[in-house]
């Protein structure tokens, strides 16, 4: 197989790979939120199940995950599954996932916030909505960034797991081409484009990092 | 003399400690009180009660008339929320650790609560906090942050930012414990002019010069209680309870 054919090959696998990323991610982010708010909720009723949550989900692996909501409603609930559900499953699966560590972070942001900060807000007539929203959030973004970028640098490298259902994304393709061809250099290109894609997220979270860096 | 504030038989427990026992406190119109006493003895919490920041087992609260938290056997019985909010723009508060927002420069932190709880138009909001900066002695630090500024600046604009709300009285929660003396006479001059224009103050502090100075009425508060009260001049310089005494002396 040519060079370029390869290449190609293992491009049309990174837009799958990034479809996976970016799915989750958009999921993942607001989901979250509720979720971490839950985990803080004065009120059992929400908190043990909020914690119960994100202890399974931390707890098990991320393939055996994609595994039950592939196959989940099927076994489960008796409901024939689609081919066309396998990418789904894969999305659902890591936004599950994924809000669940989330949230863990975005705890420890909004509890790095001193509470005089939500005082001051109140006695100044904030809802605690506005208080929320205008005072604490944008404090806990700026400090939750670091290790938000932990996890969207070890996003793209999990969306490999993807192969556990056959979703053919690229690492699929690479190690599919590799044996085929006897070759370490489809492994090698794959490193390549996962090396790529993060040097660019760890970038652009670098330049949101230096745009909120104008206080302290 | 209208009354601003009126707290009624306070009490407040932290667990099964009684950190106020059945304190009542009034503040007519352009009074200035002042609350002294030793570390732990409720003044602080006494404050944070009136500010509705902390609620009281039981008690009453009236904000110019308008009841927070009716006094009623089954203990005290706070407003819903919206009636509480209301009570809480009839006063301002300072804090003993500036609580400054980080992310707003000096400015936006003196329009952002006029602009989006009050919405007033943001150019409006802009001409009264750049007045309020200039009063303060800060009109040229509008585009600082909080962490450009120093302690003493910070609470200024602190003191700038409750007025900018327009408050019907302050409260101050030991506004210059966290300061050297120089922002502390910075800050206290601030305080002395808003009581020479006739701003209502509760001010718990350490500051027994300034409180003899400033205060109209100085209460002396321990172990929950309020042991002694009277004219600043009277309780500092002449202090009737042995307990306020021996507070003052070993305070000098």
């Known amino acids: ?13 990174m837009l799958v790979s990034v479809l996976i990323y970016v799915s989750t991610a958009v999921l993942a982010v607001p989901l979250a939120l509720p979720l971490a708010f839950a985990r803080m909720s004065k009120y059992r009723a929400l908190r043990l199940p909020s914690a119960a949550y994100i202890s399974f989900m931390r707890g098990t692996p991320l393939m055996l995950q994609i595994l039950v909501v592939y196959f989940g409603p099927w076994y489960l609930l008796g409901i024939r599954i689609d081919f066309s559900y396998k990418l789904y499953a894969v999305i659902i699966a890591f936004a599950l996932n994924y809000a669940a560590y989330f949230a863990e972070i975005y705890r420890a942001g909004i509890e ?23 005072i604490v959030m944008p404090q806990v973004v700026k400090r939750i960034l670091p290790p938000m970028t932990n996890e969207a640098i070890t996003l793209i490298k999990d969306t490999s797991l993807a192969f556990a259902i056959g979703v053919m994304e690229m690492f699929t393709y690479a190690r599919q081409i590799a044996s085929a061809q006897k070759s370490m250099l489809p492994l090698a290109a794959a490193a390549a484009f996962y090396y790529i894609f993060n040097a660019a997220v760890a970038w652009l979270m670098g330049r949101f990092e230096k745009r909120l860096a104008y206080y302290r | 003399m209208a009354e601003i504030l009126g707290m009624q038989n306070i009490v407040k427990r932290f667990g099964a400690r009684e950190v106020l026992k059945g304190v009542s406190l009034a503040l007519g119109e352009g009074e200035v009180v002042s609350v002294i006493g030793p570390s ?47 009570c809480t723009m009839r006063f301002g508060m300072v804090f003993q650790s500036f609580e400054l927002f980080p992310h707003m420069s000096a400015l936006e932190n003196l329009t952002n609560a006029p602009v989006h709880v009050k919405k007033l138009p943001r150019d409006e909001a802009e001409a009264k906090a750049r007045e309020l900066l200039a009063r303060v002695g800060l009109a040229d630090r509008e585009g600082s942050y909080p962490y450009e500024l120093s302690g003493g600046e910070k609470q200024r604009v602190c003191i700038a930012r409750a ?13 210059t414990s966290a300061l050297d003396p120089e922002s502390t006479r910075g800050v206290l001059d601030i305080i002395r002019a808003l009581a020479a224009e006739g701003m209502t103050m509760l001010v718990v502090t350490h500051e027994m010069r300034f409180a003899r100075a400033v205060a109209d009425r100085v209460v002396f508060l321990e172990d929950g209680e309020i042991v002694e009260q009277g004219l600043a001049a009277q309780v500092i310089d002449d202090p009737q309870n042995p307990r306020t005494r021996a507070f003052l002396t070993t305070g000098l």
Do not use: H, W
């Open chain 1, 1 to 13: 197989m040519a060079f370029g054919t390869m290449l190609l090959q293992l491009g049309g696998g």
């Open chain 1, 112 to 134: 790095s916030i001193p509470i005089g900060q939500r005082e001051a807000a109140q006695v100044l007539g904030y809802t605690k909505a506005q208080a929320f929203f205008r």
């Open chain 2, 40 to 86: 732990g003895s409720g003044k602080s919490t006494l404050l944070r009660v009136a500010a509705l920041l902390e609620r009281a087992e039981e008690g009453g609260l009236c904000y110019l008339g308008e009841a927070a938290a009716a006094n009623t056997p089954q203990g005290a019985r706070y407003a819903p929320r919206a009636a509480l909010r209301a």
């Open chain 2, 163 to 175: 007025l900018a709300m327009e408050p019907k009285m302050l409260f101050f929660d030991e506004p």
